[in-house]
């Protein structure tokens, strides 16, 4: 899953300074994209939602094609910063495709534990830009390297457990709803978490830095997939303890 696979490179790479007569990046013009693609992977979800709910048999050619095509765009974008502004919208509509599937087959299992998660999510976003613009959370450079060592670590063990899944071989702390397995899925729901403080962080910095307008849309594309990784994390930690009742 593209969001899952998260180290976000694309907030992490330096933005040029405006060039003479070139509009700067803002925090309002950065937030409008946001909250655009913030609606095109709602709407996209929700469409896909319904469509799915009718038509069971493409539910998993949208889920597995949804995040595979949203990997493939991901990556595109972070390599090449000049085409955010065509492909960070149609991201935002495959990987919303995506969630809604993955959404919708977590809903049929636990009813209700979909509006939780959404709930969850923005909860945590708010939080988290709550504590970063208090001051409560400094960024500092031992605070980005450890975090950064933390969503590393989560792509090997999804990496090492997705490969031994293919020898029906689990890793028992990764799946489950065993009481380390919800530990170990708490703690990547918190380095989820601390991400977005990072992405916060190196938005107010290009912003400061004068950073050229049209990386209002890369740092826009950054932010949604920390929150979409955020979502699927936060999913996953309801339906394990969910399982366990």
Known sequence: ??????????????????RVGERPMTKSGTMSKIFL??????AAAGG????????????????????????ILALIITFKPATAPVLSPVYAIVEGVAVGALSLMFES???GIVGKAVVATF????????????????????FRSAVTAAILSIFVLYAVNL??????????????????????????????????VMDFDFISQQVRAGAPKSMEWVAAFGLIVTIIWLYIELLDLLYRLAARD
């Open 163 to 196: 490969i031994l899944a293919l020898f029906s071989v689990d890793l028992p702390f990764m799946t489950g709803s065993s009481p380390v397995a919800i530990g170990v899925q708490f703690v990547i729901v918190i380095v989820a978490s601390l991400s977005l």
């Open 48 to 71: 896909s939602w319904f469509f799915l709910a009718e038509n069971q048999a493409f539910l998993f050619p949208a889920l597995i094609g949804g995040f595979v095509i949203g990997l």
């Open 37 to 42: 693609m913030l609606a095109l992977v709602t």
């Open 1 to 18: 899953m593209a969001s899952r696979f998260k180290v976000n490179p694309a907030l992490r790479r330096g933005f040029d300074t405006a």
């Open 123 to 142: 909860v945590v976003a708010f939080a988290m830009w709550f504590v970063y613009s208090t001051g409560m959370i400094k960024v500092t450079q031992r």
């Open 109 to 111: 299992m636990y009813p």
